[in-house]
């Protein structure tokens, strides 16, 4: 008796020859295709070049001659993959293969003839001649076989009509993908670009029918339900754009993935979805250069403190990339120190030397593990972030972001640390909260550490991240889905936004642009209004939630600063990341009662 699976490896190698016989018999008719072009073309050449006289023609040498264009053709194809099927039909590379083997008939044979095509009784200007009328005949058709096979491939009747917004590659690509694809769930019936010089041009046989503004006509004329967003790396703005446009004309926003996704293997540009939040607030692309700078990474012993959370788990994962000796992570908080441990090195065991349990208010703990594991660079991105709930327990904010910062600065002082850099926000600039002031110190203790070193110790500041644990987005979203209502504290109240892969790369890249005691600040470009990011989530929602206003707590800001009022930023190394200083605060100086009264007098001023 036949096992099962004796059976299926039969099959198998029964398919596969079978599929490499069709695969060989296609390409040996091309080949035929191509020879008898030859043929043809070196007969033509022959009858126009003799004005149709055929008496004086050597048959024996003309047919050695077609001979030896076949042969150099089949090699020279071979060779460029021309008939081997590495090439798409009808694709660039196809024809770049094409021209090759053609050129490789007239240099060679066509040089051998022009030499020797008196001895050989052969008109010496033959494959002159031949050349591109043999090139011509391929060409037309390999044309004739696409032309069949894309008018072959009809739309599945359930089809969705659809624009695809961008004339550019990616739309001609998306087109391409659509026309080709008889399953595919949408159907391309136009175009549209805000480039004037695109306006009434047709890509892969679709029109261009007009611009964004143009899009309630277009949606009305032609019927569409879909808009496929074709713009590489679409920003925030333009998305918003597009969505506001869409909604007025009701078809569904379909986004591709970030670019950078698509070349990290996160995601592939078949994977078109619904446009997001995300997308319509916090998408911007960001050049940040990183790899330029990051080689202070490679090679040395990098410790991350707040390694599980949102940032500093994304910071672990970027700086990984870059092949430090050793990859340290720290934190107080278990849990969260395996899920990035899993999302690093594929597994939670936490019984390696990798992962580290520590508070950084533990100043000797902080200090013995700096002492044991000697870092060289250190990312500082442990501490309390939440405005509302620091303003009611403010000894909080003092003992983590203003002590504990100390304790790893020291730690790192003890032990020769070369870059340190803390992870700070834009609440510091101008501060109006305990949050802002706790953070704004850690800066200050920063630069005075950087100051008595004499290494790189400096800050990053930015605005609020999209996705981490705790942030507005994941808040907005379970309010909805219990059915609201919806609390903002201010119709009017703005913040920038930022992704946390942007954060990430930023702070990267800190380190090595940043001089010691300044402070980095990334352009985030225009903020937002919160009014309506929830009224874009309610509707992208399809639920009816009411929004109700609360008003601002005590500390909140309407609008967020980054930079603050005695600050002056530079752009000097990177046009989206402004430099600037902060005064030195000695640590000698600091006394948590004093502290925490002069913080009360500046938000009660900040008020009044």
Wanted: hydrophobic content about 45%; charged content about 20%; some cysteine.
């Amino acid at each position: 008796m036949f096992s099962s699976d004796a059976v299926n490896r039969a099959l198998v190698k029964v398919i596969t020859s079978l599929r490499a016989q069709s695969s060989g018999v296609r390409f040996s008719v091309q080949l035929a295709i191509d020879s008898s072009a030859w043929v043809a073309a070196i007969a033509a050449a022959v009858l126009l070049r003799l004005d149709f006289d055929l008496s004086s023609v050597n048959m024996s040498a003309l047919a050695l001659a077609c001979l030896a264009a076949i042969l150099v053709q089949a090699l020279a194809g071979w060779f460029s993959h021309l008939y081997r099927g590495r090439h798409a039909q009808g694709s660039f590379g196809e024809v770049e293969a094409l021209v090759f083997s053609v050129m490789a008939v007239v240099l060679l044979v066509g040089g051998a003839v022009a030499v020797f095509g008196d001895s050989l009784d052969v008109l010496r200007s033959l494959f002159l001649i031949a050349g591109p009328a043999a090139l011509l005949a391929m060409g037309a058709v390999r044309y004739f076989k696409r032309l069949v096979l894309d008018r072959s491939v009809v739309s599945d009747s359930r089809a969705e009509l659809a624009l695809v917004y961008g004339a550019g590659d990616l739309g001609s690509d998306i087109l391409r993908r659509i026309h080709n694809d008889p399953d595919s769930a949408f159907k391309a019936v136009g175009l549209i670009d805000d480039a004037p010089s695109r306006r009434k041009k047709w890509i892969n046989r679709v029109p261009v029918l007009g611009t964004g503004d143009d899009l309630a006509q277009i949606v009305a004329t032609t019927g569409v339900t879909v808009l496929i967003v074709a713009v590489g790396n679409a920003d925030a703005v333009l998305l918003r754009k597009i969505s506001n446009l869409a909604l007025v004309s009701d078809v569904r926003v379909l986004v591709f993935p970030p670019l950078n996704e698509i070349l990290q293997g996160k995601s592939r540009l078949r994977d078109l979805r619904d446009i997001s939040i995300e997308d319509l607030i916090g998408r911007s692309p960001l050049d940040t250069r990183v790899e330029s700078v990051a080689g202070y990474l490679t090679g040395k012993r990098v410790l991350v403190t707040g390694a599980g959370g949102s940032i500093g788990a994304e910071l672990c994962r970027q700086i990984r990339r870059f092949g430090p000796s050793e990859l340290i992570m720290l934190d107080h908080d278990e849990t969260n120190l395996q899920s990035t441990q899993i999302s690093i090195l594929g597994h939670g065991l936490l019984d390696t030397r990798d992962v580290v349990l520590a508070s950084i208010r533990d100043r000797d703990n902080i200090l013995q593990i700096f002492k044991d594991r000697r870092p060289e660079v250190v990312f500082h991105a442990a501490a309390l972030k939440h405005l509302p709930m620091l303003q009611q327990y403010p000894v909080e904010a003092w003992e983590t972001n203003v002590l504990g910062t100390l304790n790893v600065l020291k730690a790192a002082r003890a032990v020769g640390v070369e870059t340190f850099v803390n992870i700070s926000t834009d609440k510091a600039a101008n501060p109006t909260s305990v949050l802002g002031h706790s953070k704004r110190l850690a800066e200050q203790l920063t630069a005075w550490a950087g100051m008595q070193s004499g290494e790189r110790y400096l800050s990053v500041r930015f605005g609020n991240v999209i996705g981490s644990r705790g942030s507005m987005l994941p808040t907005f979203s379970a309010l909805i889905e219990a059915g609201g209502p919806l609390t903002i504290t201010h119709p009017d109240v703005t913040r920038y936004f930022m992704t946390i892969l942007e954060a990430c790369q930023l702070v990267v890249q800190a380190g090595g642009i940043g001089d010691t005691g300044e402070v980095l600040i990334l352009d985030m470009g225009e903020p937002v209004r919160i009014d309506d990011v929830a009224r874009k989530m309610i509707q992208l929602s399809g639920r009816d939630v009411t929004i109700v206003y609360t008003g601002l707590r005590p500390g909140e800001k309407l609008h967020e600063e980054l930079v603050g009022t005695d600050e002056v930023g530079d752009n000097r190394v990177h046009p989206k990341i402004s430099h600037a200083r902060v005064p030195i605060a000695d640590p000698s100086d600091l006394e948590k009662a004093s502290w925490l009264r002069s913080v009360d007098e500046r938000i009660a001023a900040d008020v009044a």
